[in-house]
């Protein structure tokens, strides 16, 4: 486990561990906030309030070229529209490098990770890492990071999609934490502050749902706690794709906040609200707050824009 005393979670006066609950919402800002954030948004509130638990934010922008202008404005402005009301400062991962980096040291002092010098050319399309680099003690500097995996079963039960298992070396190979041009991946900077954030629960769209094995995978070699999780089905569009910025899902129009809120509520199945100011229905959604009612699938068809 992590020494650093900046690399502690947080604890409350009485130095015990923070109330049982501690879930999250994390937009990533490559572009504007769409109906199927909201959904995550709702559901990862509801659930938090509903257990009596804090719910945070963050912003993950460690993939700093993606950023789309003007996208990172318009998460703070959704979150103030349907007046979710964090209990913590939001963070942003691209202030948090020296974080991650830390960790990748420790993880290379440790003997867990590797240079690799393997380009996406000279990999081709075997999408299984064959460790090519695994044993050439590469200089850490200009080359991705590989952290290393073992030949075992990783297996959760998540509270909507039941048991998920995966052998990360038959399946995936050795995974990069950090990308030769030196941007930090996601499944590190997540694992990381997930851990410094005290969360014990996640709640988030079932498009990530095949990446929880390898933060499951990271969680064990640093000695963090284990997570619940909750993967939501993913609203679709009419051409059955996912609502996404790639497929040009529509921007949340904030003026109509409390007729998304409702439609993202029915897209749950939760019990209806009455339309009144968001931070009214938000009280009522979490005082009928039924996961059971939620569909136990991967996509949810219907008319999202």
């Known amino acids: ?32 906030l769409h109906f199927g954030s909201l959904i995550t948004a709702v559901a990862s509130y509801c659930d938090a309030r509903a257990h009596r638990g804090k719910w945070l934010v963050r912003i993950e922008d460690t993939d700093i070229p993606r950023i789309y202008p003007g996208s990172e404005d318009h998460i703070l402005r959704s979150i103030d529209a349907f007046q979710f009301d964090p209990d913590a400062e939001i963070i942003f991962q691209k202030d948090r490098l020296n974080l991650y980096e830390a960790v990748i040291e420790q993880l290379h002092q440790q003997g867990l990770v590797y240079a690799c010098q393997c380009t996406r050319k000279m990999l081709g399309s075997n999408h ?32 909507l999609q039941g048991t998920h298992c995966c052998n990360l070396q038959q399946d995936l190979g050795d995974f990069v934490l950090k990308r030769r041009d030196g941007i930090i991946n996601y499944q590190l900077a997540v694992v990381v502050d997930d851990y410094l954030q ?13 990446n929880t094995e390898r933060q499951i995978w990271l ?7 284990k997570l619940q999780y909750m993967h939501l089905p993913l609203a679709m569009n009419d051409q059955g794709q996912k609502l996404s910025k790639q497929n040009m899902a529509q921007a949340l129009d904030l003026t109509q906040a409390p007729q998304l809120l409702q439609q993202a509520l029915r897209a749950l199945r939760q019990p209806e609200v009455d339309l009144d100011r968001p931070a009214q229905m938000l009280q009522q959604a979490i005082a009928q707050w039924d996961i059971a009612l939620i569909p136990h699938c991967t996509e949810l068809h219907g008319h999202y824009l």
């Not at 486990?1 to 990533?28: H, I, Q, W």
């Not at 890492?129 to 050439?136: A, D, E, F, K, S």
């Not at 005290?198 to 095949?210: F, P, S, W």
């Open 1 to 32: 486990m992590l020494s650093n005393p900046s690399l502690t979670p947080p604890c409350n006066k009485d130095g015990k561990d923070e109330v049982n609950y501690v879930g999250r919402f994390a937009p990533s800002p490559t572009g504007p």
């Open 128 to 159: 299984i890492y064959q460790g090519t680099c695994r044993n050439l003690d590469l200089p850490l500097e200009h080359q991705a990071i590989r952290v290393k995996v073992d030949d075992q079963e990783i297996c959760f039960t998540d509270r």
């Open 198 to 210: 005290g969360m014990t629960h996640v709640v988030r769209g079932a498009d990530l749902l095949d």
């Open 219 to 225: 969680g064990q070699l640093l000695g963090y706690p």
